[in-house]
């Protein structure tokens, strides 16, 4: 068969029409430059790491629920642009834009949800995002199945009017964080909030000159002072960093290599049973949460899909083993990220938590921007074996970094580091 690179236009043509997709529509099948290729996922996940570290640390200081809102914003708006667009070029820069906005969506929803309730509730409520992203996990193969014959705009377009109405809607319904606002001695606002929202019967006995005075001395410098003058703040943030980073190789790595041909299964089928492993993974994290330790929990997941995603390529003759310990690997990946996260809104205190959240969620994107990366540079067969190998053993001692993090099971959420160190609210044990 002769490379349709070498014939002209009039010699053959698309199977679909040229308008289903990005390649076909702007002849981009012919490029062999690297670069060219992977510029627009490359964008996306570089916006995401830059909007996690400016986005993350101002949620701090302007609240959760007005970051939450922009980013939304940016990222619906940005989306409707790029399903507008008629070159790579401005596709990618847009998908910057779009992942610039993302990256404060889910650290605001996690951070929002743990501190509108009180303590016995504030495992279990951080996992209530996750379970909602799920639902838009397993939609988006559907809807990409239901539009492949569509112009790739019409997917974008479905995706992302919805997030307008939703930016609307939370301008009404959600309120902002009282714990965020007592922080910054917005005491009334804080106060109507706990007697307008579901926490009334909670707040009904609170005293306003108490509230008053729990939000002294509740401020902190910005996170940059702080990781310099607290070498153990550092020190935390970067193992959680790192175990974030081991965990996000097998979490984006696993589907990626999916769609990448490696395991030689069907896209939509394969994305969706990917998508619907979410959400056991988010009913394991919302019924132990309150129950197993997020050290040795951590650990146990990060080894278990280590050792499978090193499987995979190995039992690469036999496909349903191999598609039963992919899918053991994401399942455990997945369990994984749904818990470093809520055990990091719990390592911080308030006045870093969201930067903090923020960045470990960008070091599992980071994770994401690595693994395809590796598994490309294996080539063929051999050498995949090799590169999962590698994935394998980084993600398993990744999360085995855990070990030199406090425990936080049942303990109490400080509002500043002064609190925290003062009161003792980490457990080293």
Known sequence: MSNVCQLSLTEWNWDKPVHTSIVSEWS???????????????????????????????GDSIGRKTMLFFGCLIMSIA?????????????????????????????????????????????????????????GFVSLPCLAYFSKDYSWRVLYLSTSLPAIVYCLLMQFCVYESPIWLLSKGKVIEAYAVLNTSHLKNES???????????????????????????????????????AGFGIGLM??????????????????????????????????????????KRRSTLVGLSVLSGVCGMSCMIASERKVLQMVLELTSFFSACTAFDLLLIYTSELFPTSIRNAAVSIVWQAVVLGGVVSPVLVDAGGDSNNKILAYLVLGIMTATAGCLVVFLPETKGLEICKNIEEQEQKGCINHV
């Open 28 to 58: 981009l099948h012919c490029f062999t430059s690297s670069i060219l290729q992977g510029l627009p996922a490359s964008s996306f996940f570089m916006g995401c790491l830059l909007g996690g570290l400016v986005l993350g640390v101002l």
């Open 79 to 135: 989306s409707i642009f790029i399903a507008f667009c008629n070159n790579v070029w401005m596709y990618s820069a847009l998908r910057f834009v779009s992942g610039y906005g993302r990256a404060a969506i889910g650290s605001s929803v996690l951070v929002l949800c743990s501190e509108s309730v009180g303590k016995r509730y504030q495992g279990k409520v951080g996992t209530i995002g996750f379970f909602m992203s799920t639902f």
């Open 204 to 242: 009904s006995n609170l005293d306003h000159n108490k509230l008053s005075f729990t939000t002294m001395s509740c401020s902190d410098p910005p996170l940059i002072k702080i990781l310099l003058r607290k070498k153990s703040i550092l020190g935390q943030l970067l193992l959680a960093v790192a």
């Open 251 to 292: 979490y984006y790595g696993m589907p990626l290599g999916l769609g990448n041909g490696n395991f030689s299964l069907n896209l939509y089928l394969s994305t969706g049973l990917n998508a619907l492993l979410e959400l056991p993974s988010f009913l394991i994290v919302f019924f132990l949460v309150e129950k197993c």
